[in-house]
């Protein structure tokens, strides 16, 4: 049985089919990427593994545990697996301190040694007291990935993570992604970024207009043969 089971997931915004029949089994240890175009569906496919928001259609399955049936409290501790690094980053008010251990407090947990090593994994050593909501976007980018990172995801869902980084921090994300698999985390990365994603997805996934046109390992999805579909959703390769 796959970990994660999407089913034929469906999605509309006033009428507007943004995502439609999404079926893909996903499993422990493998790093999904998401590439397409700008407006292709990518965030909101995070947002509805997330359980940000309900599909119209399909299902969503968690180890077999169909998630769209769950009450709001068992929504919650299937949430509590996961955690997503958003697109635009937001600061809580307050340190970066303060900010990384937020997930860790509301789940009563108070181990700062985990946040330090998120801190240092991410290059932000000696940023502990600093005002979250006045660092550059590069900067919360990182804090927010490290706000994920402490939480121990099974699944890590990061939509963009390096857009606003230098190559040197884009580094360090890739090297903390591939950590992840040896810890058997499902990531899945939405990005803009081929290179990234052919360096790092175990699998990729290219959505058209709301639809997935291919999966396959990044050999077969980034070899020649693809440079038609590539050219058509405006990837650039
Ligand atoms: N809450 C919403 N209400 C209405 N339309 C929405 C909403 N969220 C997303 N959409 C629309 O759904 C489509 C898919 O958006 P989405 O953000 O998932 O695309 P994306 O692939 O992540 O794009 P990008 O590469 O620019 O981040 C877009 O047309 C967007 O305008
Ligand atoms: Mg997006």
């Not at 509590?80 to 251990?101: D, H, I, L, T, Y």
Request: hydrophobic content about 45%; proline content about 3%; glycine content about 8%.
């Amino acid at each position: 049985m796959a970990f994660l089971e999407l089913e034929a997931l469906g999605k509309a915004y006033g009428g507007v089919e943004v995502l439609q029949d999404i079926s893909i089994d996903l499993f422990r240890g493998e790093i999904l990427g998401i590439i397409g175009p700008t407006g292709s569906g990518k965030t909101t496919l995070l947002r509805l593994v997330n359980l940000l928001e309900a599909p119209n259609s399909g299902s969503i399955r968690l180890e077999g545990l169909t998630l769209n049936d769950l009450t709001e409290k068992e929504k919650l501790s299937a949430r509590r697996r996961m955690a997503m690094v958003f697109q635009k980053p937001v600061m809580f008010k307050g340190s970066v301190q303060e900010n990384v251990s937020y997930g860790l407090k509301i789940r009563g947990k108070k181990d700062q040694k985990i946040v330090r090593s998120a801190l240092e994994a991410v290059n932000l050593s000696g940023y502990e007291s600093r005002d979250a909501n006045t660092l550059s976007g590069g900067e919360m980018q990182r804090v927010a990935l490290a706000r994920a990172l402490v939480l121990q995801p099974e699944i890590l869902l990061l939509d963009e993570p390096v857009a606003n980084l230098d190559p040197k921090s884009a580094a360090a994300i890739d090297r903390i992604v591939q950590s992840l698999v040896g810890q058997n985390t499902l990531v899945i990365l939405a990005t803009h970024n081929m290179l990234q994603c052919k360096r790092l997805a175990s699998r990729v996934a290219v959505l058209m207009k709301g639809r997935l046109v291919a999966v396959g390992e990044p050999g077969e999805i980034f070899d020649r043969g693809q440079e038609q579909l590539l050219s058509e959703i405006a990837v650039p390769w």
